[in-house]
């Protein structure tokens, strides 16, 4: 069985309080992008896990499509899987690539093995492998709030647009990410901010993390401001960073040849 986990951006990040477990409650659009990864699983009699593509850092053991199959077996009779990974979506990068790998990996298990597991219940166990897994279980666009994980789906029709996706290879800690932001639990109205039409996105609808990341590193603001120059209806840094995408009405021309690029259409 093989399946692409694709990648996610962020349309707009409001940091609106820290909670008592530390993280904080956000308001954001989470919208997918046809931009994927690559996830096969067999039945086997051995567990095996493998990747390719672009080098994963760190025990492989902390993988979250590992993570997922240990979830689903710690309340299933499953048997064991030979699992491969072929990774494309760059890691750390604001795009969720991990993320999706584990909830298609969930949503996976459950076809192969014919478990019959429901949405919601897949949707709580995502939420278990890290905030933005619950967004990639049904994988359409929705308003996300608490961690990531309460989703509300919404109709944002970007069908027929361009997005590219730039990546300067910086990557951004947490940390750096938080440093700069004010929490304000007023700011709320992201879903009306969305009915305006794309081209005014920009005088409303923000990414918070801008704020600290482009202060430290300017040469991502840069490379906003290029996108806006070669003709972005919109254009932001998703999640954390370091990625900046621009959404256009035609086809732009590429001319980020020192980095990492992928465009394509809604």
């Known amino acids: 069985m093989i399946t692409f986990p694709n990648a996610k951006i962020n349309i707009g990040l409001n940091i609106l309080r820290k909670r008592a477990d530390e993280f904080h409650d956000i308001e954001s659009l989470l919208h997918p992008v046809a931009f994927f990864d690559v996830l096969e699983l067999v039945e086997s009699k051995e567990f095996e896990f ?3 593509g672009l080098d994963i850092p760190g025990d492989s053991a902390n993988n979250l499509c590992i993570k997922a199959y240990d979830i689903i077996k710690n309340d299933y009779s499953i048997g064991n899987v030979k699992m491969h990974l072929h990774k494309v979506i760059p890691m750390g990068a ?12 969930i949503n996976m298990l459950n076809e192969l093995f014919e478990l019959n597991i429901s949405i919601q219940k897949r ?8 905030s ?3 967004f990639f279980i049904e994988n359409r666009s929705a308003v996300a709030t608490g961690k990531g994980e309460i989703l509300r789906p919404i109709n944002v029709d970007l069908s027929g647009k361009w997005i590219i996706l730039v990546n300067p290879n910086i990557h951004v800690s947490t940390a750096d990410a938080f440093s ?32 600290s990341v482009f202060k430290k590193y300017p040469q991502i603001e ?45």
């Open 132 to 134: 933005d897994c619950p």
């Open 180 to 211: 700069g932001v004010t929490v304000d639990d007023s700011k709320t109205d992201l879903i009306d901010k969305l009915t305006s039409p794309i081209s005014r996105w920009n005088e409303s609808i923000i990414n918070e993390f801008e704020t």
């Open 50 to 52: 493998t990747s390719s």
């Open 222 to 266: 840069s490379l906003k401001k290029e996108l806006y120059d070669i003709g972005a209806e919109y254009a932001s840094m998703t999640g954390s960073g370091s990625t900046i995408y621009g959404i256009f009405d035609q086809e732009p021309v590429l001319s980020f040849k020192q980095f990492f690029t992928w465009k394509g259409r809604f």
């Open 94 to 105: 604001g795009l969720g690539g991990g993320s999706a790998n584990g909830a298609f990996c």
């Open 123 to 130: 949707i709580k166990y995502a939420a278990q492998l890290g």
